[in-house]
């Protein structure tokens, strides 16, 4: 199951299996009270929140990990974002008052893409979580066996036509369309029906 959580700008994504779950993207630091008021009006606790992944580094994605690492949300990594963990500390270090702290990626469990349906599974979800570049080189997208795809920030494939030889972008939507992807979830957009 899928719960749409708004409470910002960024779509937040709670995926819950039947042994645990994983939050993806959280919005900007600065939001955790909007953060529980959301939770609380879709019946979620913070405990109910077994593991964090952002399909991104971008600093509207990433605000609340460290808060919700220090809570007991346990941070996944995948092979390729490790790079790009720290990417929006220089622009929350210029707003003090957001009272950011640094990700501590020693805490993050991090895994592969060959052995993410395998994690999943543990967790009572079918899907992969697989690497969608084009946005950003840390980008993923998680495709459920239910035929819905989270894709973070990805542009959507209506604007494919409106770019001039992007091959990063029809080889991510291209690969997204080998799991027989009915439902996309975007960040920052509604909901798309294919």
Request: hydrophobic share 40%; net charge negative; with cysteine.
């Amino acid at each position: 199951m899928i719960e749409r959580i708004k409470y910002g700008n960024t779509n937040t994504y709670l995926l819950k299996g039947n042994i645990a779950s994983i939050l993806v993207d959280t919005d900007y630091a600065g939001t955790l009270h909007a953060f529980y008021r959301a939770i609380k009006e879709c019946n979620i606790k913070v405990s109910d929140i077994t593991y964090l992944l952002a399909t991104h580094y971008h600093p509207d994605h990433v605000g609340l990990v460290s808060t919700l690492m220090e809570q007991g949300v346990e941070l996944l990594l995948m092979e390729t974002q490790t790079d790009s963990v720290h990417f929006a500390d220089d622009i929350f270090s210029r707003e003090r008052k957001l009272g950011y702290q640094p990700i501590d990626v020693s805490k993050a469990k991090i895994i592969r893409f060959d052995e993410s349906r395998h994690f999943l599974a543990g967790l009572g979800i079918g899907g992969e979580i697989i690497s969608t570049p084009s946005h950003s080189k840390d980008s993923i997208s998680i495709v459920l066996d239910e035929g819905t795809c989270i894709v973070g920030d990805l542009e959507p494939i209506d604007y494919l036509a409106a770019y001039a030889n992007n091959e990063a972008l029809k080889k991510d939507w291209d690969k997204i369309f080998r799991y027989k992807a009915r439902t996309i979830l975007y960040g920052h957009a509604n909901e798309k029906l294919l």
